[in-house]
């Protein structure tokens, strides 16, 4: 019993002393918060990374997210980041890869841009997806447009504006339909030179007229190559309105010259050429279709098979270009 009031008696004494010496006390407090964390709690091993933001193709907030992370979260987080930032900019590589890949394909069709009359527009070199009704010069309808109802009223487009294959570009394929012409080539880059014509359209206007025939006759009386109306041939050479060197040179005369009356208007230019004229309407053009002379009916889809057909080297007859074909039933 007596030992038992002294031990008692002991811990109050041990007790009274270091309350009432708290820089003691404050000591003790620090030594133990001294004491290493590890025996405290055990260090979390970082979240992996969302997969569900790579199945999205959020890689830069995945990676802005994670980095934020790294920040906050130790060393683990920080290799964690950086392997993410590292898959970012190989992504981001491969994206402007394919951009690097888009422009050279932009720079190949560009080429013949730089050979022709502006950078919108001129001699290319590449090809086009090109349908009946549509093809790099536009559709159809815009070339068109009015003639199924109040009249032709076309839109504006300069010779600057349109795209076009060079013609020697053109006569360097084997499936050209240019071929027939290969024998007026140099006529074909003189007198379009001569009027700041692109040569393959002077070649066009002939494949259009007479499939490069120079012997060929129109229903009205129309000649050679560039089917030159009777009043354009009192100057012809022996009065051989067929001469390839007169015929061409002609006809680019004419259509320069009709360009320019147009005001730079190239739709109403080659329009003219087939003997369209502004506020046309179908019934004005398929007219003499019950005549004695139905091919004198007007091409419906003359610009069609022009610029989109011709001038990119594509055969417009064999592939169909247009949309009203009245020409079929002559």
């Not at 504006?156 to 076009?164: A, T």
Request: proline share 4%; charged share 20%.
């Amino acid at each position: 019993m007596k030992l038992q009031s002294f031990v008692f008696a002991a811990l109050a004494t041990a007790l009274v002393v270091e309350a009432s010496n708290p820089l003691a006390a404050g000591h003790g407090r620090l030594a133990r918060r001294s004491q290493p964390t590890t025996k405290r709690c055990k260090a979390r091993t970082p979240p992996k990374a969302d997969d569900s933001s790579a199945s999205t193709g959020n890689s830069f907030a995945a990676s802005n997210d994670n980095k934020g992370d790294s920040n906050n979260s130790g060393k683990a987080n920080d290799s964690q980041a950086n392997s993410n930032t590292d898959d970012n900019n190989k992504a981001n590589n491969d994206g402007d890869k394919s951009s690097s890949d888009g422009n050279k394909g932009n720079s190949g069709g560009n080429k013949g841009n730089n050979s022709g009359h502006s950078s919108d527009g001129g001699i290319l070199s590449g090809s086009f997806d090109i349908s009946a009704i549509a093809g790099p010069n536009g559709d159809i309808d815009e070339f068109n447009r009015g003639i199924d109802g109040a009249g032709w009223n076309p839109p504006y487009l300069g010779i600057n504006d349109i795209k076009v294959v060079d013609l020697a570009d053109a006569l360097s394929k084997s499936d050209s339909p240019f071929h027939a012409c290969a024998p007026y080539v140099d006529q074909f880059y003189r007198y379009g030179g001569a009027n700041n014509i692109p040569p393959i359209m002077l070649a066009s206007f002939a494949m259009q007229e007479s499939s490069c025939n120079p012997h060929t006759v129109g229903g009205a009386g129309e000649q050679g190559l560039m089917q030159l109306t009777h009043e354009k041939c009192v100057n012809a050479p022996n009065g051989d309105c067929q001469d390839p060197d007169y015929n061409i040179k002609t006809g680019a005369e004419y259509f320069a010259r009709t360009l320019k009356d147009k005001g730079g208007d190239l739709l109403q230019a080659i329009g003219s050429y087939n003997g369209w004229f502004k506020g046309m309407t179908y019934s004005d053009a398929t007219a003499a279709a019950n005549t004695g002379c139905c091919r004198c009916q007007n091409n419906l889809d003359y610009l069609q098979q022009f610029l989109n057909g011709w001038c990119q080297n594509v055969n417009a007859y064999s592939m169909k270009l247009g949309k009203y074909f009245n020409l079929d039933r002559c």
